[in-house]
């Protein structure tokens, strides 16, 4: 008998305004008592939610559930940004620019993308989730510039599109005078991301797949050709089980001590009135993302996606235990406070309405892990801080194997070598934040 059972649960700090900002849900069905399913997913993000889907294309009938320990799009898909990037997005690197088969993960990206934007249109998702806006790398001085146009010198070896943009440009687009260029990618598309997975929530419910929230499972145990899959309140025997946790995979005892436990943190601004937003200047909707990786994220969304507003996202923590710490969260928000105020002048001093953390998972060589763990136990987990796509696509990825398919997205993870091992603790921990803060002061204005 295997056994695998969760050392800790998911914790988060703050709210989860993407979530919070489109009003309250339908009340949560926990999993009650004994049930049966052909397929247990656990975990209701974007990699769950999308092996659900996968499921039900590729074995219509099957009895599918998912279990989500707290409520739909609270957890890390309400936290993000919202960026579903179809282009190389390397973390690591200086210019995002890719070290591996860029055109491979380019096409992979987009595959993510089309069943994203099938999902909208099969389950009436509304359009303003799933904006294929494109996005902008903003670059504040001359080596973030500079940066820009290596990646855009890339990005046409690789025959890709892009657009420089001045100075000019950049403030008719944002309303801040902060940015000297900035480099216009068209294949992002922008999520309204709360919105995005509730959207498909709702859909799968409609299909037939059961979705029982605020369900955290407490442990996985292998009973002959069945899975026992144990929650508070309940227990799901299933014949296979996919695990789309991220990085509490290594809760259940999965590629311990090779994974990064990384927090991001964001604020978002009250609802701008008129007068505001006529200070404020630019456009309503758009999106950019720092030339420099270490550097401050913003987005701006507008009354279909949850009310006139501007997002703030920066600074990044290391945290083994997976819980952010609320002296992470004020020096955060101090931080963002004075990156917002840098770029809005015209608004500054303007009070927060949420402030948040995020949790991500990042490997040392940038794998993910999405393959079968043992017999009838699959993982769609790590996505290394791309979780809008890599997320989908690991989902994806999963449940094929869990049906048998072959595809080009289970080839290329499969493929993987597994996460190396980390350095051992306390030095992982704080040799990665020392390394994380030299890399924040050297972002500087980005």
């Known amino acids: ?249 290594e809760s259940f005892g999965i590629a311990r001590g090779r994974l990064m436990q990384v927090f991001l943190f964001a604020t978002m601004t009250p609802e701008l009135d008129a007068e505001t937003l006529a200070r404020l200047g630019g456009q309503p909707r758009w999106g950019v993302t720092p030339s420099d990786p270490m550097g401050t994220t913003l987005r701006r969304i507008d009354s279909a996606q949850g009310g006139d507003r501007i997002v703030t996202r920066t600074c990044a923590v290391l945290r083994p235990g997976m819980v952010a710490s609320r002296a992470d969260m004020t020096r955060a928000a101090r931080v963002m406070q004075r990156k917002f105020d840098q770029r809005f002048p015209q608004l500054s001093g303007m009070r927060m309405e949420h402030a948040w953390a995020g949790h991500l998972c990042l490997s040392l060589n940038g794998v993910s892990v999405m393959r079968e763990i043992e017999p009838g136990l699959y993982a769609g987990c790590v996505q290394n801080g791309l979780g809008t796509a890599r997320g989908t696509l690991t989902g994806m990825g999963a449940a094929e194997l869990a049906c048998g398919e072959t595809s080009a997205i289970t080839r290329h993870f499969t493929d993987h070598a597994e996460p190396k091992r980390l350095p051992p603790q306390p030095f992982a921990e704080a040799g990665a934040n020392a390394v994380l803060r030299w890399k924040e002061w050297r972002a500087g204005a980005e």
């Open 1 to 249: 008998m295997t056994a695998h059972r969760a050392r800790r649960l998911p914790a988060h700090l703050g709210p989860a305004a993407w979530n919070a900002i489109l009003g309250p849900q339908g009340a949560a069905h926990p999993l009650e008592g004994d049930a049966t399913a052909d397929f247990a997913v656990i975990g209701a993000g974007f990699a769950g939610l999308s092996a659900a889907r996968r499921l039900t294309q590729l074995a219509p009938g099957a009895r599918i559930a998912v279990l989500e320990a707290g409520r739909v799009a609270d957890g890390a898909a309400g936290r993000n940004s919202g960026f579903m990037i179809d282009l190389p997005h390397d973390l690591t690197s200086e210019d995002y620019a890719g070290a591996g088969d860029d055109r491979t993960m380019i096409a992979l990206n987009r595959m993510a993308q089309g069943f994203g934007r099938d999902a909208v249109e099969e389950y009436g998702v509304a359009p303003a989730y799933f904006d294929p806006a494109g996005k902008v790398n903003g670059a504040a001085s001359a080596l973030a510039h500079a940066h820009n146009e290596s990646y855009a010198r890339h990005l046409t070896s690789l025959g890709e599109p892009s657009e420089m943009l001045d100075a000019q440009a950049m403030q008719g687009l944002t309303g801040s005078a902060h940015y000297r260029s900035g480099l216009y990618t068209p294949g992002t598309v922008m999520l309204q991301p709360a919105g995005y997975v509730r959207g498909l929530a709702d859909g799968l419910r409609r299909a037939g797949v059961a979705l029982h929230e605020g369900s955290p499972v407490t442990a996985l145990t292998r009973q002959g050709d069945a899975w026992q899959v144990e929650t508070p309140k309940g227990r799901l025997s299933a014949g296979k089980v996919i695990l789309t946790v991220n990085g509490h995979l």
